[in-house]
């Protein structure tokens, strides 16, 4: 009973040395007594922009150039199928993939204390300075008084809320998202009816695309070689024509060489391709 008794004086002792140190807290200026919740929102406001940079840079690592840091951005691999239609041979079907950059798909919070309501109470006095001059200092009271609490009350009402993305970070994320390019991995061909082509027929299928390929480039290659016979032709007889010094003379039988080798090759490949569509139409006919 007496532990008790004088566990419950400590307490009330304790309170009356705080009560009094609220007493005697000292005035403050008043102007620095407003101005202290305003310049606390404005840390935050701080704290808030630094967690969005934070949180940019969590979404890759950060590589050291020198006295430069660089964010290299995370991507997410995402492979899909695509179908495509080869022309009047039917349809196959493409398994691309593609590197997303995590910052265009993954929101980043932007929060800012646009509201707060600040309610407290304070008392305030008039002291007289040095020539004459009259300050004004306060310090923050309980709006009610009451025997047993003498701590001062203060109410802080914040109204938090998401503000749009900056400009910065929307044009960022739209050079993201239009600059992706998908990776081809794997072709399946259609069959007449309808399911997907065996291993075979893929293998064929693939061999076939990629001789299309490079007969393609070899035409290319061709016309660029032809386009380039005119244009030398054309120079040549001007130079010839109108300067009278020494003019580059024109190789055109090593470009002819050129030409013949490139369209013989054409004819190669063009005969592989007519021969291996023969016999996967006639012996195979994609079942």
């Known amino acids: 009973m007496n532990d008790d008794v004088t566990y419950l004086d400590e307490l009330s002792n304790d309170a009356d040395d705080e009560g009094s140190r609220f007493k005697e807290s000292e005035f403050i200026p008043l102007d620095d007594l407003v101005y202290a919740p ?46 495509r239609q080869e022309g009047e041979e039917g349809y196959s079907v493409d398994n691309l993939q593609m590197q997303v950059p995590l910052l265009s798909i993954v929101p980043v919070t932007n929060l800012n204390v646009e ?23 306060a310090r923050i009271c309980a709006p009610e008084q009451r025997e047993s609490d003498f701590l001062p009350r203060v109410h802080y009402k914040l109204q938090v809320g998401s503000i749009p993305a900056t400009e910065g970070v929307m044009r960022l994320t739209d050079v993201l998202s239009s600059n992706q390019i998908a990776k081809k991995l794997d072709t399946t061909p259609v069959a007449v009816d309808g399911n997907l082509g065996c291993d075979e027929h893929k293998n064929v ?3 076939l695309n990629m001789l299309r390929a490079k007969v ?15 244009e030398q032709e054309q120079l040549e007889h001007v130079s010839h024509e109108y300067y009278t010094e020494s003019t580059c003379m024109f190789d055109r039988e090593k470009y002819l060489m050129t030409q013949s080798d490139i369209a013989n090759r054409i004819m190669e490949y063009q005969d592989q391709i007519m021969n291996m569509e023969i016999e996967l139409g006639l012996e195979r006919d994609y079942e």
């Open 38 to 83: 305003l310049y606390a929102l404005a840390k935050s406001n701080q704290h808030l922009r630094e967690h969005i940079i934070d949180a940019i840079k969590g979404l890759g690592s950060i590589r050291h150039d020198g006295k430069e840091e660089t964010v290299c951005l995370n991507n997410l691999n995402i492979a899909y199928d695509q179908i």
């Open 115 to 137: 509201k707060a309501e600040i309610d407290f109470s304070t008392e305030v006095k008039a002291e007289m300075k040095e020539a004459g001059k009259c300050s004004v200092n």
């Open 205 to 207: 299928w693939q061999e």
């Open 216 to 230: 393609k480039r070899l035409k290319q290659l061709y016309k660029k070689v032809v386009n380039m016979m005119t």
